[in-house]
Each structure stands twice: as structure tokens, then as C-alpha cells.
């Protein structure tokens, strides 16, 4: 009897627990990045694994894919593929702040925001519309307006983005974006750094210009969205969709990586999964190169935007002489293997290569990478320490971060010659100090409760089950900002306060009158 009302009981809470299954998914990822997408798309294909029909939209094709997922891929067209390639050679070739990025995003790198947009009224994206989906993930890169394709599919909408919570992300489901303590995204800041009156003041100007910038890009977007859906009848406006996002997956894990800061319970952290939780066997040629590498190795990996090849041959050419010096081995990704750099025993070219996998080898010491959002965090799970070489976008504010962090060093590449190179790589090798800060940072990182895979598939369901999950939702989404900040209580209190101070101060000076009055009176007398 016993046994048979434990199994019942089991059965209840197996029934609870089982996800909701062989849902139908769309995955809107149109953001023009590999880097982008393999985040987005590790996320999509766990989804898959576990049973849900997904079909996912992009403009690139992806690296990391599933038999179960439905691909519709809308390329750019070659003229937009062109002048997008120009501008990251030109970004290569120069220092770029936060600022210069913006205006390149409004000006001549517009496309990858109006390619958004055309994607949306494209006969082969517009097939979506044949499917009856259950839930939308929308990649967020400046394409909020996308948020009506959910609102046509009358689906909720987890958005999943590249990075720790920002200012426009924590609006959409109502997280504080504390101004004093949380570092802007473009504020670098080490771990465990408390910010000063400088920090603060730098990052709430920061903060300024970004809100400006979004007012004129939201514009923008109110703009494509009324193009888009303007003619649906009963259909919400964007900024009600906007307060509509059920939750937001953000590729960080702030208990780690800090700062610690409040999350409402609409954002969930999913930092690390594109990486595999058990490394896959390397290609020979790969692993026996490490096998024999009786100084350690180093993975030399300059992204998936910037190609060597685009790199000045100066600069590589001083790599190249550092490199071929070292007794380390070194696996260097290199594109065109007709025209390398130059021959060296300790140095394996290859075109492409399982980055993740690499940095898991215990043999790997040293990784030099191009600060890509991606490389770093694989770096970071595995524990080897790095010499970043940034060049553009993210990078220099990841490689500045992972310096202040204490995981190696930062070399801008524009100024890369032999001694600087030669001098970092040595000196993060050779000294302890920066492989042990990564292996503890590692150590943090991995210990969790659940899995990012699992965080991914147990809050899925968990939008699936209820229906968009709106009980999560925080009130703060529906405030405006003079309510957020109770400003008009503020307001009232100052009021009265000034109010009592005004009335003590007049009854005051009447008493104060009238005694005097008098005793001028008397002393007449
Ligand atoms: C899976 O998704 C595709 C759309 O990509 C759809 O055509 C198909 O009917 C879906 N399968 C099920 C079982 O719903
Ligand atoms: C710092 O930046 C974060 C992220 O944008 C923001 O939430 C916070 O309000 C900023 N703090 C200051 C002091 O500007
Ligand atoms: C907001 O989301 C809920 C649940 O996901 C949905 O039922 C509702 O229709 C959505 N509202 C709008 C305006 O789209």
C-alpha cells in the first residue's frame, strides 16, 4: 500500500516536473555575427536535443547545428555583404571607442540594422507564418521591432542575448539597473573593484550617451515596426510588446564574473553554454601536435570577424618571428594555408579548429585571442590564462576586463611589434600569478546548481507550461520613470517639508516682530 502511494506520489511529481514537450519553436537570430550565433544557437540546439521541434531563422549560416532544427537561412545580398565587409576592415585598422562604434552603426554600418528589417518581409522568412509556434526566442542585437513577428504569432517571447544584463535588456522585464555600483558594460572594472567618484561619473556619462543613442535608434525602430505591421488590425503597439518579453537569457554568470547585483526572477543566466560540458576527442593531427609539446602549448586565435589574412603583414610577421622563437608549441588559425606566415617546426596552422576543445587539453598554457566575448569565456571555464590582442567592437573593453581580472595581459594589436609581444606572452607564461587567478576564477564559474543547459531547458518549459510565465513579470516594467523613482513622492515630501519650514519661519518672525515691537515700545517709554 505504502509503496504503491510513494509511486503514485513519484508519478505526480514526475507529471509536474516533465517538461512540456515537442513544442513548436521559432529562433529569430538575424544578427550579422558567427559570434552571435553560436551562442545563440548552443542555447536552440539543447532545445532540440530535448525534443522541441525548432525552426530557426538567420542570415548567416550557423556553425553549430542539430538534425531536428529547421534552418531558414536569408543571406545578405552581395552588396550588403560588400560595404559590411569594408567596415570591419576599416574598424581593424583603427581605434575605436563605444562612440565611433554607434555612429558607424547609424551611418555607414546601417545595413545590419535595415537587413533586420528586410528579413522580416522576405517570401522565405515570411513561411513562418504557415506554423502555429508555442513560444518565440528573439536574438537581440538593435532589432527590438522584430518583437512583432510574436506579436503576429500571438506567442511569448524569451529574448536571449550575448552578455551580462544592460540598460535595455534589464527594461525589458523591469531589473534595476543600479546606477552606483553596476559598471556599464563599457566600464571596465576588475573583480571585486568597488567604483570611486571617477568610475561612477564615467559610467553614468556612459550611460547618458547610450540612452540618447537608443532614442534615436528606437525611432528607427518604431519606424520599421509601423512598416511592418501597421496594416494588422487589433495589433499592439511595440512598446507594448516591449513589456510583453516573458524573460531574457543572458550569456553571463554574474555570481563569478560579478558585479554582484539584484536579477529579477524574468532574467535568467546562462553564461558558458556554448561550452560542452565534456570535450570531444581532438583530430589527430591536432592532438598529436599537443601530445608532443613537452613545453606546454599556446592556441593562437584571432576571431571569426577579423581574418589574419586582413591583419598587416608587419604585425604578423612579428608574431610570426615571437612565435617560431618559443619552445612552446603553437596551433595558429590561420585561413589561407597556401600563404602562411612562415614554416616552423612548433607552429601547426589550421583553417579551422575546435577552439573549445583545444583549451580544454591540460597542455594548453596560454591563449592568445583577439577578446571576442566567446574565446574568453571558453578560456575562463577551462582556466588558461591569456595575452588578448583586441581590435575593434567588445574587444578592447573584454581584453581590459581579463587584464583587470588578473588573467594575463592586454596588447592593443594596431601597436603590436616583437618586444611588446615577446615581453606579454613571456611574462604570462612565466609568471604563476595569472594562471592561478583563472584556475580560481574556473573553480567559481563551473559551481552551479543546475547546468546552463539545463537552466535553458527546465525555464523553456517553464514559459511553455504557463503560458508566458506572466506572474513573473515585475511591477517596475508598467512604471514610468517618474513613478520608478518615486519622484512625485519625493516631490510631495519636499513640498510639505518646505511648506512646515515656510509657516515655522513666517510664525517666527511674526513673534519675533511683535516681542521686539515691544520692547522697542518700552524702552521708548
Ligand atoms: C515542426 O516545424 C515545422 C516548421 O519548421 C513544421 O512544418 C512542422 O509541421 C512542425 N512539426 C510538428 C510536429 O509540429
Ligand atoms: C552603469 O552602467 C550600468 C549598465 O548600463 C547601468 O545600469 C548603471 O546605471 C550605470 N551606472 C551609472 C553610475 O551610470
Ligand atoms: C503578452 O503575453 C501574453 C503571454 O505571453 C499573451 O497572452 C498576450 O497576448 C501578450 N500581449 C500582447 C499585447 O501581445
Known amino acids: 500500500m505504502a509503496t504503491l502511494r510513494l509511486s503514485v506520489v513519484g508519478l505526480c511529481l514526475l507529471l509536474i516536473a516533465l517538461p512540456a514537450k515537442g513544442a513548436n519553436i521559432l529562433g529569430l537570430f538575424s544578427s550579422h555575427s558567427q559570434s552571435h550565433l553560436i551562442l545563440h544557437m548552443s542555447m536552440i540546439k539543447t532545445l ?19 538534425k531536428d532544427i529547421h534552418l531558414i537561412v536569408v543571406p545578405l545580398t552581395a552588396v ?5 565587409e569594408g567596415q570591419i576592415k576599416e574598424m581593424t585598422g583603427q581605434k575605436n571607442s563605444i562612440f565611433s562604434t554607434m555612429n558607424r552603426m547609424l551611418n555607414g554600418m546601417s545595413v545590419m540594422i535595415e537587413s533586420q528589417h528586410q528579413l522580416l518581409s522576405d517570401a522565405r522568412f515570411q513561411r513562418i507564418y504557415e506554423t502555429k509556434f508555442d513560444l518565440m526566442f528573439m536574438g537581440f542585437f538593435l532589432n527590438d521591432f522584430q518583437l512583432g513577428v510574436a506579436a ?12 551580462a544584463p544592460m540598460m535595455v535588456i534589464d527594461a525589458y522585464v523591469g531589473n534595476p539597473s543600479e546606477l552606483s555600483y553596476v559598471p556599464n558594460i563599457q566600464t571596465p572594472l576588475g573583480r571585486g573593484e568597488r567604483m570611486g567618484f571617477a568610475k561612477r561619473l564615467e559610467n553614468f556619462s556612459k550611460y547618458l550617451f547610450l540612452r540618447v543613442m537608443l532614442m534615436i535608434f528606437e ?8 512598416q511592418q505591421f501597421g496594416q494588422e488590425p487589433n495589433f499592439p503597439t511595440l512598446a507594448e510588446m516591449r513589456r510583453n518579453v516573458s524573460m531574457v537569457f543572458t550569456n553571463s554568470h554574474s555570481i563569478s564574473e560579478g558585479p554582484i547585483r539584484p536579477l529579477v526572477p524574468g532574467i535568467v543566466e546562462i553564461g558558458g553554454i556554448q561550452i560542452k560540458e565534456q570535450p570531444d576527442p581532438l583530430p589527430a593531427d591536432i592532438a598529436k601536435f599537443l601530445e608532443t609539446a613537452q613545453h606546454g602549448a599556446i592556441l593562437l586565435c584571432l576571431g571569426s570577424n577579423v581574418k589574419s589574412t586582413d591583419v598587416k603583414p608587419e604585425l604578423i610577421q612579428a608574431m610570426f618571428k615571437v612565435l617560431s622563437s618559443l619552445k612552446q608549441h603553437v596551433i595558429w588559425k590561420w585561413e589561407d594555408p597556401d600563404n602562411t606566415p612562415g614554416k616552423s617546426p612548433n607552429i601547426l596552422y589550421k583553417k579551422w579548429l575546435p577552439q573549445d576543445d583545444i583549451l580544454a587539453h591540460p597542455k594548453i598554457k596560454l591563449f592568445i585571442t583577439h577578446a571576442g566575448k566567446g574565446g574568453i569565456t571558453e578560456a575562463r571555464y577551462h582556466g588558461v590564462p591569456m595575452v588578448a590582442l583586441p581590435v575593434f567592437g567588445d574587444q578592447p573593453i573584454n581584453a581590459d576586463v581579463m587584464a583587470a581580472s588578473g588573467y594575463g595581459l592586454t596588447q592593443d594589436l594596431m601597436q603590436l611589434n616583437e618586444e611588446n609581444f615577446k615581453a606579454k606572452i613571456e611574462e604570462v607564461l612565466g609568471n604563476e600569478k595569472y594562471a592561478l587567478a583563472i584556475k580560481s576564477f574556473s573553480q ?3 559551481d552551479r546548481p543546475i547546468t546552463a543547459k539545463q537552466s535553458v531547458l527546465y525555464w523553456t518549459d517553464y514559459v511553455l507550461r504557463h503560458k508566458g510565465a506572466v506572474h513573473l513579470q ?3 516594467v508598467h512604471m514610468t520613470s517618474l513613478e520608478y523613482y518615486n519622484i512625485d513622492v519625493y516631490a510631495v515630501f519636499i513640498a510639505v517639508l518646505a511648506l512646515v519650514l515656510l509657516l515655522t519661519w513666517l510664525a517666527l518672525r511674526c513673534t519675533c516682530r511683535k516681542l521686539c515691537g515691544k520692547s522697542k515700545k518700552v524702552k521708548r517709554h
Not at 550588403?80 to 559590411?84: A, K, P, V
Not at 517571447?157 to 552578455?163: A, F, K, L, N
Request: proline share 6%.
Open 48 to 66: 532540440a536535443e530535448s525534443g522541441h521541434n525548432v525552426t530557426v531563422v538567420t542570415m548567416m549560416k550557423p556553425t553549430i547545428t542539430h
Open 80 to 84: 550588403q555583404e560588400q560595404i559590411l
Open 152 to 163: 503576429k504569432l500571438q506567442v511569448p517571447v524569451i529574448v536571449s542575448w550575448m552578455q
Open 219 to 226: 525611432k528607427r525602430f518604431d519606424n520599421f515596426y509601423e
Open 444 to 446: 567559481l564559474y563551473r
Open 474 to 476: 515585475s511591477p517596475a
